[in-house]
């Protein structure tokens, strides 16, 4: 019984260390992300420097106007949504010509925040449409060298897993962190 909770309370505490270290950021460069005002997007030459440090929680910081969350998909589409206070807009599709635009009030739409605990930083949206849920979500292993961000689309039709499509790059805008929904349940 001692042996066990001697682990318990050791891994605790390595959680607990592991994710004061994941949410620190330099004070400069925060002070960088919140000056520049096309910070919504990391360029990919400064992305390599701060994934070191950085983390997908981080990524909230870079908010701009009503943008949640953007990516370019493998087939050059995009993923794209917006808060515009009372909707939620979910795009997908080429950016001159989208192929889904759907506009869902606010309450319809739920969210997922990661809670801290366990080595997958994942934060998403759950945009229905009827019977189709598109979530939206950006994740990353906090444990694995470089922490490499993914995100993308996850499509669920009556409640069964169809398909993902995954952003092409790292080159992911993403402001899901905290963002204030109702949670997915």
Not at 23 to 48: F, G, H, M, V
Not at 68 to 86: P, R
Not at 119 to 126: C, K, L, M, P, V
Request: proline share 4%.
């Amino acid at each position: 019984m001692r042996k066990f909770l001697y682990l318990l309370m050791t891994s605790c505490i390595s959680t607990l260390i592991l994710s004061a270290c994941a949410n620190e950021i330099s004070t400069e460069k925060q002070q960088t992300l919140q000056d520049d005002s096309s910070a919504n997007k990391i360029p990919a030459e400064q992305n390599q420097s701060l994934q070191e440090s950085n983390s997908v929680t981080e990524l909230g910081q870079n908010s701009n106007n009503n943008l949640l969350f953007s990516c370019q998909t493998e087939n050059d589409k995009l993923i794209k949504l917006y808060d515009f206070g009372d909707t939620i807009q979910y795009s997908f599709g080429p950016e001159n010509n989208p192929e889904i635009v759907l506009d869902i009030p606010r309450d319809e739409a739920s969210t997922y925040q990661w809670a801290g605990v366990g080595r997958s930083i994942y934060y998403s949206i759950d945009i229905p449409n009827a019977n189709t849920v598109y979530t939206v979500f950006i994740s990353e292993d906090r444990l694995l060298e470089g922490r490499p961000v993914a995100g993308g689309v996850d499509v669920l039709i009556n409640n069964e897993y169809v398909t993902t499509v995954n952003c092409a790059n790292e080159d992911i805008i993403s402001n899901l962190m905290g963002v204030d929904l109702k949670p997915t349940n």
